[in-house]
């Protein structure tokens, strides 16, 4: 094994340490590295669904302005190196293996002395190799992906200029609680005194928590379906836009992201990009139409072709919104539906996803997923046959065996309901992350 790997690989050991919420773990580790954030702005983005795309946005047009920047986002998809973004681009296997040792040698420190009581765990061990990454990097700006909820979350760690929070919705309940409220509540804590924060969110429950928050801490609230004016078509599979802001009109243009949701999530971008001026980051507007144009995220309604034939459209919604906002782009663009590669893990509604699909899956093939967590498809085909008794299902041994079976039913065919899943495809295909 080569010392690249080895330092890879323990960053992976520290999974079995599973998810702890707190900031206890992570404000020693960022102590102990000597406060790497002080040397740049951070930007956090929280929320159930749009999280992974307006951080994107955010980051793409920053590029674009000429700043330097970093990005944090999770889960990855094949590699590891994909979660901490430079400039762009995914860090070098060597660049994160180095940090990696640094940052073992801390926590071997802190452990020896007694200031941890227990080794870190695999998030907030990231988190750290992201704070650390970007201040070696001299980057401007650093946009921090939430990972899950807000509050106790290690990315709540900085204390941004700015937050977005480009929706609320069900997931995580086990975690984050059972209503709107609460789960507004949880990334609600990401909002601090003096940031401006975006909201993409309407529901009343969620933005009555998301208005009392920011009164209370004395943040600037923009609620983006409030105050910009919108128009959408779909065109050739892709989203164009035309984006009109209290500042100035947007487009037309066409988003880099495909669906029709994706209009919500730029138009958080925006707002959040317009207001960096105030922060020491301003934005000119052709460097945002730049980003909203060329941003890319790879497995998030991703059409690729994998032959000169066939096609696939990687989604890795996990919740009932984000499937039904895969559904709707399907139903627009192939009306008469496609087949599905479907896998989901225990904690998920699984029926609640396979009602949302509606006549977007003509068949569906159950695949299993190489995660502890993943619901065999033995059960997954058991809900299918209990919501959509008439819907063609089977079970395959593994993902490319899945593939095989669904491209018997067509040339165009779709994966969703995992991060895992499109991450495991993307694998067998060989398709770059």
Not at 14 to 23: A, C, D, M, P, Y
Not at 41 to 50: E, H, L, R
Not at 104 to 118: K, M
Request: charged letters at 20%; a neutral charge; hydrophobic letters at 45%.
């Amino acid at each position: 094994m080569s010392a690249t790997q080895e330092s890879i690989d323990f960053l992976f050991d520290l999974e079995r340490f599973g998810v702890k919420l707190g900031l206890d773990n992570i404000r020693l580790l960022r102590e102990a590295l000597g406060y790497p954030d002080r040397s740049f702005k951070s930007i956090i983005v929280a929320g159930t669904n749009g999280k992974g795309s307006v951080a994107a946005m955010v980051d793409a047009a920053l590029c674009a302005a000429g700043y330097g920047t970093g990005r944090f986002c999770s889960p990855h998809l094949v590699t590891l190196e994909e979660r901490f973004a430079v400039g762009g681009r995914p860090v070098t296997r060597g660049a994160l293996a180095a940090e990696a040792d640094r940052l073992r040698e801390t926590i071997e420190s802190l452990l020896g002395a007694g200031r941890l009581a227990a080794p870190p765990t695999f998030f907030e061990t990231t988190t750290a190799i992201a704070l650390s990454l970007f201040a070696r990097a001299g980057v401007d700006a650093a946009v921090l992906e939430v990972g899950m909820g807000g509050r106790f979350d290690a990315t709540n760690v900085v204390t941004p200029v700015a937050a977005a929070i480009p929706s609320v919705d069900l997931d995580h309940q086990q975690y984050l609680g059972a209503t709107l409220e609460k789960i507004a509540y949880e990334k609600a804590g990401v909002i601090k005194a003096g940031a401006v924060v975006v909201t993409g969110e309407s529901q009343p429950p969620a933005l009555d928590v998301l208005r009392r928050t920011c009164r209370e801490r004395g943040s600037r609230l923009i609620e983006a379906p409030r105050d910009i004016e919108m128009r959408t078509c779909l065109r050739g599979g892709w989203t164009e836009l035309t984006l009109t802001t209290p500042l100035r009109r947007y487009g037309p243009l066409r988003l880099g992201l495909r669906g029709r949701h994706q209009a919500r999530n730029a138009a958080v971008a925006v707002r959040l990009l317009e207001a960096l001026g105030d922060h020491g980051l301003p934005v000119p507007p052709e460097a945002i139409v730049e980003g909203l144009t060329r941003v890319r995220v790879p497995g998030r309604l991703d059409v690729v072709a994998v032959d000169e034939r066939r096609s696939m459209i990687l989604d890795t919604a996990h919740n009932v919104a984000a499937v039904a906002a895969f559904a709707e782009y399907v139903r627009e663009v192939w009306p008469d539906g496609v087949p599905l590669l479907f896998a989901a893990l225990r904690d998920k509604d699984v029926r609640g996803m396979l009602q949302a699909l509606g006549s977007a899956a003509t068949a569906i093939v159950c695949p299993p997923l190489a995660s502890p967590r993943a619901l065999p498809p033995a059960a997954v085909l058991a809900e299918i046959r209990s919501v959509r008794p008439d819907l063609p299902a089977v079970a395959a041994p593994t993902p490319a065996a899945a593939l095989e079976a669904a491209w018997r039913r067509g040339d165009v065919i779709g994966a969703a309901g995992s991060t895992y899943l499109v991450g495991e495809v993307m694998t067998s295909l060989a398709l770059p992350a």
